[in-house]
Structure formats: structure tokens, C-alpha cells
């Protein structure tokens, strides 16, 4: 079992930064590939960005790249969203997710991919 809490949401303009946290629990002895998905009212949830369980490979989706960057600390079990330029469509609750069972440099954007997941944390970015 794992357990993952995110942080770090809250509200800001246009423009600005936020970082978020997923702390993980439990059973941290081995790595795991971590995504970040978000999900808006009456939307999908979406990927947002990952990072493979070497740390050595991520993924942005588009609308993001540039702006977003996702980084671990294995010692404190903690992965970490750090969101620049935001705009009012990142507005979304903000997941992080586990995956287990994935290859060394692998990542997935399929949320059924993933075992664990946190509570959320709201984002909302303002005009």
C-alpha cells in the first residue's frame, strides 16, 4: 500500500507560481513512477506531467511544456509539480498517482495505469 498526499494548491492570478507536493507513504522501500493529472469541472481527467521511476525520464503534455517541471526527492519520498505562467485553464483539481508496476525509465499518461492516488489539491488561477 502507498499513500500519497498532494499540497500546495490555492488561488493566484495569472502569471504566477505555485509549486505542489505528493508525499508519499507506506510502502516507499522501492521507487515508482509518479503523475500529475488535474481535472476540471465537467471535464476528464487529464495528465498533466510524470516522472519515471529512475527520475531520470519525464513527460509534460503540451499545454503545459515550458511552464511546468517535475522533479522528486527520493529521500523525502516526494515529488514535486512546480507550475510557472499560470493561466486560468490550469484551474483544475491537481492528482498525483502511483504506478508500481512500471519499466525503470517508463511513464504513462492512462490513468488506469496508475494504482495509488492522492485526494487532490485545488488550483484555481484568476484573470
Known amino acids: 500500500q502507498v499513500q500519497l498526499e498532494e499540497s500546495g494548491g490555492g488561488s493566484v492570478q495569472a502569471g504566477g507560481s505555485l509549486r505542489l507536493s505528493c508525499a508519499a507513504s507506506?510502502?516507499?522501500?522501492?521507487?515508482?513512477?509518479v503523475g500529475w493529472f488535474r481535472q476540471a469541472p465537467g471535464k476528464e481527467r487529464e495528465f498533466v506531467s510524470g516522472i519515471s521511476r529512475s527520475g531520470g525520464k519525464t513527460s509534460y503534455t503540451d499545454s503545459v511544456q515550458g511552464r511546468f517541471t517535475i522533479s522528486r526527492d527520493s529521500a523525502k519520498n516526494t515529488v514535486y509539480l512546480q507550475m510557472n505562467s499560470l493561466k486560468p485553464e490550469d484551474t483544475a483539481a491537481y492528482y498525483c498517482a502511483a504506478d508500481l508496476g512500471s519499466a525503470w525509465h517508463a511513464i504513462f499518461s492512462t490513468p488506469s495505469r496508475y494504482e495509488y492516488w492522492g485526494q487532490g489539491t485545488q488550483v484555481t488561477v484568476s484573470s
Open positions: 507506506g510502502r516507499t522501500s522501492r521507487t515508482y513512477a
